[in-house]
């Protein structure tokens, strides 16, 4: 019985140091930098989420997303946090939501299904139409050696920041 569960752990062993050292794919090849600056009526937005979508999606380019700092700057990534991005034309998208409340479940007497309550909340900071691609208006083309100043993103416009409840958009989505 000591033989057996010594080569159990004498095999556990050899298959740690395998796996350990086992090289892992972490980086893409071809990838160059994008990094820019996010203002909304003249003013650096925080926390904004920033995607490109390639305009071209027959070859090799992958959508890359970021995230603002407090300058409103953003420098993309595709795999790893600032990794950039593949050469290529772009559609842009920018969008600050913040998400509050919660989804809770409750036991309704006589029913073996949960009744579940959603409390939750979105509050949009920028302008709608910048969320979505079809309609931001928003394009880029990074070349070949990459582009670490792309011109800003300057959006414009009224935000709407009442907080919207999330169940309401479904239903509003659905008709």
Same mark, same amino acid.
């Given at each position: 019985?000591?033989?057996?569960?010594?080569?159990?752990?004498?095999?556990?062993?050899?298959?740690?140091?395998?796996?350990?050292?086992?090289?892992?794919?972490?980086?893409l090849d071809g990838l160059v @930098?994008?990094?820019?600056?996010?203002?909304?009526?003249?003013?650096?937005?925080?926390?904004?989420?920033?995607?490109?979508? @390639?305009?071209?999606?027959?070859?090799q380019v992958r959508p890359a997303t970021s995230t603002t700092d407090a300058k409103g700057r953003f420098s993309m990534m595709t795999l790893n946090p600032g990794d950039g991005v593949y050469p290529g034309e772009y559609n842009v998208s920018i969008q600050k939501k913040v998400y509050e409340g919660e989804m809770t479940e409750t036991e309704q007497q006589g029913s073996s299904r949960p009744l579940i309550t959603d409390t939750r909340t979105v509050?949009?900071?920028? @302008?709608?139409?910048?969320?979505?691609?079809?309609?931001?208006?928003?394009?880029?083309?990074?070349p070949a050696n990459g582009d670490k100043s792309i011109p800003p993103f300057e959006l414009t416009g009224e935000v709407d920041s009442t907080p919207k409840k999330l169940k309401d958009l479904d239903q509003h989505r659905r008709r």
């Open positions: 019985m000591k033989h057996k569960i010594l080569f159990f752990y004498v095999l556990l062993s050899l298959c740690a140091i395998l796996i350990s050292g086992c090289p892992k794919s972490s980086s @930098p994008a990094q820019g600056i996010v203002k909304l009526n003249g003013v650096p937005v925080e926390n904004a989420a920033v995607s490109f979508l @390639p305009a071209d999606t027959s070859g509050t949009e900071y920028l @302008p709608a139409q910048y969320a979505d691609i079809k309609t931001s208006g928003l394009k880029v083309t990074i």
